[in-house]
Every structure is written in structure tokens, then in C-alpha cells.
């Protein structure tokens, strides 16, 4: 797009932060964007990202490609005036060169879920005041509810194929190359001229919305400064940087979840190469974990589970890094994984906390204990992030005015639930400062999960609050019977003790396991207490999810009453 030596002299005079008349000298304003003008600056030729097309062509661009194309795309938002920026993308280029773009032109990124329902996605970007929209060309009939009631938003389709300008580009390409032509028409200044440091650290950098299973979406208000410190914190936790060359980092996790969880920054920040993919396909992310060297991903543990049952599963070469969140793993998961050099970071957090906010740390002692302790210790959820304070489990109950913070025993067995406080946590929800107060009553984020905490300060979630039973133990128990691919297990109205277990269950290919022959392995061949078996095992053919691979309890509860399972999903 335009010259090695042009590119390298605008991105110098950015490398030096930002910094009002009232800041001290040591001090900059915290902001991720600042990270991709200084990948291009000191390593302008590494890859910075893979991708196979919509048109079915390999892209590799550089850094310095990167780094052109979302300083285009800032200069047109600039000059057109786009201040509030909704994406609705698959993982592709498109997607990533928006989130730096977007800052850059010191607005503020809407990425939302393209699986939701039009309703769902007119409500939020209605709610989040968008003026434009950048959307790939398969999601474009989910905006048509939401473009008849607002005809005057911008509408930027990108077409993700190999082509930059001609025929074949779209107009996504199109809005880049108008701003690298705006640039150059008005002195060149670069990314002299963007805001890649913020004046005001603790401004709105982007709204990441909830799901909404029980209510309206919520737009979680992210800042400068937290997705920064998120950012810095994958470095650190997933081992980004642990080895020689630079990551490789696939795709799995959706770049809408929780901004994918920060890591657009992180990966950036490494200089490590970023791998979109447009849709998860087993088949291949085996290919690209083989071929390819992938070093790292995220996923969660029904994705996991499904991956290391794939036909193509096999040992790896490498040592491949997995940030494995979104619900409890079990023990089996990580053993499984772990035989394929598939090795597990389990971390935990939520949309309100800029994705994961724990690390299960391995402890050197473990590798004493025997092979399930060992695994049952890894699954845990363990101790705060390092850019956040330590994590806390209070006592909850009736008898517990709201806004009282007191903590539970850390002996692994008093429940309480589990709250946060630190650098990572959401300034609040956009517009809503009753669910703002009620998020952090007592002056604590609360998370809603119920937990132990351990005597070596680890926590340990057992469910969400709103589930009596214990799942995650029946689950784990479950998960070991060599028939079942995925279990989950919600609970169901009892006579006698108000509330029992039952237990939906997927079968590996090939498998005929009944739900008897499975309660009957439950109570003889597995080490669980009798009186935690559930009295029914369903067998079905795939679990209700979420988008980024969390079981949908609330559906499964749904269909306990009866309700149609091709309505209820």
C-alpha cells in the first residue's frame, strides 16, 4: 500500500506516548491501540495474520499490512464522522483490523454476537447508538429488522476475500483505501495523526453485551486502561511470549466475546501471528494445529471435548497452549488433553470482567500426586490474574444484608460466591445504573458463581447460584464413562428432597450406551456417592450451547418441563 520507509518514518514520532501538560513524565495514558503501530515499528515483515477466505484463498499480511489497513480505516471513519461502531463478523481480518481502526479514530468498538436473533441484535445496536456498521456479507440479512427502523446508519460490508481493491474487493477494502488516500492528501501524518494513547485512560473503549438468557442484553462498558491490563495479563498467564519466534494463535474464541477476551491486544502486543477462522471445523484446526504450528488458542471445554474426540486427534509435535474457560472443566478433559501435547491454562472470568480474571496455577508439588489428583487440582479456578487483586469468595444467604462482605472459610467447604475488585473489572453497564449498583454492591464486582475456597487461596466453582445441586461433580463423573462424549446436568423438582439431578448426556460416535446401563455404571464403577447418582440419564444427540461453547443450562431446565425442543434452543 505504500512505501517500507514512508510506513516505518510515521510510525517513529508515535512511539513516544501520549502525554497531557498535567501528566507527570513518568506517567502514559494506558491504551491497547498502541500496540499495533509498535509491532509494525520493530518487526515490519513478521506475519502477522493467516487466514483461508471466504472465496477460499490464504491471505498472509505482515505487520505492516496490518498496521496500513487499520490506520485506513481510522482516517475514513474520521473523516465521515463515525464515532460509535458496531461489528457483526466471523473471525477474519476484517474483524481484527476494526478493533484497532475503530480506537484509532478515537471511537468506540459494538461487537456483537452474530448467532443471536434479529431482534436481539437491533435491540443492542440500537441501544449502543451505533451510526455505522461493519458486516460481513453472510450476516448481512441479520441486519434487516434493525436497517428499516434505522435507514440512516452506515453500512460497511466486508466481503473477506483476497482481493484489496478491483472487482473483488467490497466495500470494506474500499472505506481502506479511501482513508489511506485521505492520509496521504493531507500531509501523511500517519498514526501521528490517529489516538493511539488516549487522553483519559478510564474512558469508553468498547461495549461488550451479555448474552440476555434472562433479560435484555447489557452493553458492559470497557475502558482503555482494562483492556489494556486484560491484555497484558494473557501475555503473562497463556505464556504468549514463553518461547523463541513468536506465537501462533488460532482463532477459536470469538472476537465479539468479551472483545475475544482481549487477546486482538495480547497476541499483538507479542508480535505473534494471528489465525482467523470463519467458523469452528474440527478437521481443520487439526490441519493448521499440525501444518501450521498453532501454539496457542482458546476455547471452551465442550469445544475441547469434541476436538480431542475428533477422528483427525493426534499427538501433537509441539507444546500448544490452551486458555480453557467459559464453564468448570473436568479432570477427564484436562487428562485427555494433555496426552495430546494439548496443554491447559485454565482460566475463569466473565463478560464483566473483560473475560478471564483466573489462572489455575500449577503448583511444582503436583507433579507428586497421582495422575486424577494431580488433573482434579488443575481444574479448579484458582487465584487472580496478575494485573487484578486477589480473588474472594463471601457468604451469601438470607441472613446476609445485600452489600455485606464477609468472607467464607477458606477450608474448601463453606459455599459463597465469588466477587473480584481490581484493574479488570467493568466500569459498569451502559445506560443502566440500577444493574451498575446491583453489579457492585459492597464495592465488590459479583459474579453470581457460587465456590469453596481452599486453604492455598484457590477457588473452586461449583455452580451458578441459581442451581441447587451439585453439576459440576456429577459432570465430572460422568465425563469418565468411556461411552459419553459431554455431559450436563441441571435439576429437577423432587417430592421428597425438593430437588434431584438429571443428567443429559451425548454419546461418541459409534457408541450405544442406554441411560440404565449408564446409572448402573454410575453406581458401581465410579467413586461418586451413592446418593449424587442421577435417577436419570438422557441420551440425545447435541447439548444446547452458547455461542463461545458454554452449555445452555436454562434450555435444558426448559425441556425438564416439557417444553418443545424445537422452540425452546
Known amino acids: 500500500m505504500s512505501g517500507a520507509v514512508s510506513r516505518l518514518s510515521q510510525l517513529a514520532g508515535q512511539l513516544l506516548p501520549f502525554r497531557s501538560h498535567s501528566q507527570p513524565t513518568h506517567i502514559h495514558s494506558l491504551s491497547p491501540t498502541f500496540f499495533l503501530p509498535r509491532a509494525a515499528s520493530i518487526e515490519p515483515d513478521a506475519t502477522a495474520v493467516v487466514h483461508v477466505t471466504a472465496n477460499n484463498k490464504t491471505l498472509r499480511r505482515s505487520y505492516a499490512e496490518l498496521a496500513d489497513r487499520a490506520r485506513g480505516l481510522a482516517y475514513y471513519l474520521k473523516s465521515h464522522g463515525l464515532k460509535r461502531i458496531g461489528i457483526l463478523c466471523p473471525n477474519t481480518p476484517a474483524f481484527l483490523e476494526s478493533y484497532f481502526g475503530i480506537a484509532a479514530a478515537g471511537g468506540v468498538s459494538v461487537a456483537i454476537n452474530y448467532r443471536l436473533k434479529q431482534d436481539d441484535i437491533s435491540y443492542i445496536f440500537d ?36 482481493a484489496v481493491e478491483g472487482q473483488l474487493c467490497g466495500p470494506f477494502d474500499d472505506a481502506v483505501l479511501e482513508g489511506l488516500r485521505l492520509d496521504a492528501r493531507s500531509g501523511a501524518k500517519g498514526w501521528d495523526g490517529l489516538e493511539t494513547q488516549t487522553k483519559d485512560e478510564d474512558s469508553l473503549f468498547s461495549l461488550a453485551y451479555t448474552s440476555g438468557t434472562t433479560a435484555r442484553p447489557k452493553g458492559v462498558e470497557y475502558t482503555h486502561r482494562g483492556v489494556y491490563l486484560g491484555a497484558l495479563a494473557n501475555v503473562v498467564e497463556s505464556g504468549l511470549n514463553f518461547h523463541r519466534g513468536r506465537c501462533k494463535y488460532l482463532w477459536i474464541l470469538p472476537m465479539f466475546h468479551a472483545t475475544g477476551w482481549t487477546f486482538p491486544w495480547s497476541v499483538t502486543m507479542v508480535r505473534g501471528t494471528h489465525y482467523c477462522l470463519r467458523k469452528i471445523d474440527y478437521p481443520i484446526i487439526w490441519r493448521m494445529l499440525i501444518d501450521e504450528g498453532i501454539t496457542h488458542f482458546s476455547a471452551a471445554p465442550t469445544v475441547n471435548t469434541l476436538l480431542c474426540n475428533a477422528k483427525e486427534a493426534q499427538k501433537l509435535e509441539q507444546h500448544v497452549r490452551v486458555a480453557v474457560a467459559a464453564s468448570p472443566p473436568t479432570a477427564h478433559l484436562f487428562q485427555q488433553m494433555t496426552a495430546l501435547n494439548l496443554h491447559p491454562v485454565h482460566v475463569y472470568g466473565m463478560t464483566e470482567t473483560y473475560g478471564p480474571i483466573t489462572k489455575g496455577y500449577y503448583m511444582p508439588a503436583w507433579d507428586e500426586l497421582p495422575e486424577s489428583d494431580r488433573f482434579a487440582k488443575m481444574a479448579r479456578q484458582g487465584h487472580g490474574f496478575i494485573t487484578s487483586l486477589p480473588t474472594r469468595v463471601i457468604k451469601i444467604g438470607d441472613d446476609i444484608p445485600e452489600g455485606t462482605i464477609i468472607d467464607v472459610k477458606k477450608d474448601g467447604k463453606e459455599i459463597g460466591e465469588i466477587v473480584f475488585v481490581g484493574n479488570i473489572c467493568a466500569k459498569g453497564y451502559y445506560k443502566n445504573p440500577e444493574a451498575t449498583r446491583k453489579l457492585f454492591a459492597g464495592g465488590v464486582l459479583h459474579s453470581g458463581d457460587l465456590a469453596v475456597w481452599h486453604e492455598d487461596g484457590a477457588i473452586q466453582i461449583l455452580d451458578r447460584a441459581k442451581d441447587i445441586i451439585i453439576s459440576v461433580a456429577l459432570e465430572s463423573m460422568l465425563a469418565q464413562h468411556p461411552d459419553i462424549l459431554e455431559a450436563a446436568v441441571v435439576g429437577v423438582p423432587d417430592s421428597h428432597w425438593g430437588e434431584r439431578p438429571k443428567a443429559f448426556v451425548t454419546l461418541q460416535t459409534g457408541k450405544t450406551a442406554t441411560g440404565e446401563a449408564i446409572i448402573d455404571w454410575a453406581k458401581h464403577s465410579s467413586d461418586i456417592s451413592k446418593f449424587m447418582v442421577p435417577r436419570e440419564v438422557e441420551i440425545i444427540d447435541e447439548l444446547p450451547k452458547t455461542s463461545t461453547g458454554k452449555v445452555k443450562k436454562t434450555v435444558l431446565r426448559e425441556w425438564t418441563k416439557g417444553a418443545d425442543r424445537k422452540l425452546v434452543k
Open 127 to 162: 441501544h449502543a447508538e451505533v451510526d455505522a456498521i461493519i458486516v460481513d456479507t453472510e450476516y448481512l440479512p441479520l441486519l434487516k429488522k434493525y436497517r428499516e427502523s434505522h435507514p440512516k446508519t452506515v453500512i460497511i460490508e466486508d466481503t473477506d476475500t483476497d
